[in-house]
DNA sequence: TCTGGGGTCCTAGGACCC
DNA sequence: TCTGGGGTCCTAGGACCC
């Protein structure tokens, strides 16, 4: 917590609908809802006037029809025109500071510190008042909500306040009477489940979270959790404002419109959305060793699969045949309602660079590892390995062997999930390893 | 026609190494 | 032969955010 309100937190309101609502006047001052508009759609953004019948982020596209009067616009979103109009936002921001860190594309903090302002209350007051009449100007009326306050998270709790085209200054030493009286979902971090398990033991505001010991807190909610929240509840936040956070992780995921069995089909959404992985990776500069895939069933169970390789990956063909292998190892049957495909582990350089001029000779592996007979056949089976490479995956009937690290390989049978067959890992030199011909090789 | 898509951070257990 | 602890990496899942 600093000793002036340096701290301001910008958040566009209803950003998507008030986008297409300055773009076509004929929407204006009707129901809008941005979001996905076939079967299994949900709503990205409600304008005012949908929310005034119930309408909200996250719900389904089906249950904001049935709330909405006829002559709402269902739209389908325009991102591009969306990231046009944030860019005009953030550049109005950096012209306050050179620390702006964009949360999201409708959201922002600046710390006013570092853009050598005048902090007194008074001045800060007028800057952010400047501020939203030069937001609305420059994008053509779309309006925001400031907070301006001495930390992170009460200039967001301010922003929260006053919505829409709300400003609202916490002056330094009210935190904790603006704070306390707020339900304990005010606070970041807090979502539903933190919710109900707080409302158990009757702690309903930031106040009663504030009579919590913590240990009482990270018994509760877990260690970190609770240390955060145990500061928070009492306005102590000194997390700075940090601009140019590298991203960790990129992914894409696809919901269909109907669920997928068919194998041909299946192997094709891999490959799209590895395409758009890769083509991301690849224009960013990045690369990343850990590959996830994320498959969601006909009932909605959800799990995810990743195998983290020696190398970096950015190409879709290669992104797309890990995201493969793993699927292969999860149960389809019943049909999957998404598919997702991530990497994470991100380096900044691209896949190649160190080892490229090397091309490693193969070793055979013969594993004498008995598999599930009725499954995979016959044993011992063989593998071909690439000493300080991924090792490579050989099919094997039903089941799979596949692996990691610089000088071991990791052999793993494994049929339906029902039923995981034994997993081994060898070192190079294991005794059970014998030298061996190397099988077909498609890699 | 219930439940998107893009992320971040944390936890917990097991393997492995010293 | 038995008994450790600490740290890191990996995997899977879950809460949360916009």
Redesign the pocket.
Known sequence: MRREPSILHL?LDA?FAAVEQRDKPSLRGRPVVV??T???????TASYEARAFGAR??M????A??LCPPGTAFLGGRFAAYRRTSEVVMGLLRELSPLVEP?????AYVDLAAGGHDLSLAAVTALARDLKDRIAEATGGVTGSVGVATSKSLA?IGSELDKPDGLTVVPPGAELDVLHPLPV?S?????????E?LAQISVKTIGDLHRLSLVDL?SL??????A?LYRLARADDDRPVVAD???????????FARDLTDPARLAAEIEA?AV??GS?LQRSGTSG??V?LKV?RF??S???????LAHALDEPRQIAEVAQR?LA?VDRSGGV??L?V?V??LSPYAQGDLFAERDPEPVALVVDEAPEPETVEPPPAVVAWYPGQDVVHAELGAGWVWG??L??V?VRFEGPRTAPGPVR?L?ADDPDLAPGDPPDWTG
């Not at 909610?221 to 609770?226: E, F, K, R």
């Not at 956070?245 to 919901?255: D, F």
């Open positions: 958040d950003f979001g996905g076939g079967g299994r759609g949900v709503v990205a982020s996250a389904s596209t089906a249950e029809r049935r949360l999201s594309i409708d959201e967001k979902r606070l970041g971090g807090i979502g539903p489940v933190t919710a398990r990270t909610v877990g260690q970190a959790h609770g955060g956070r590298e991203a960790k992780s990129v992914s894409a995921e696809e919901t959305l758009r992985v991301r060793r850990t996830t969601r009932d909605y959800t799990l995810t699969r990743s195998q983290t793993l190892g309602r998404l997702g991530g994470s582990g990691s690290g000088n071991r990791t890992t070192a």
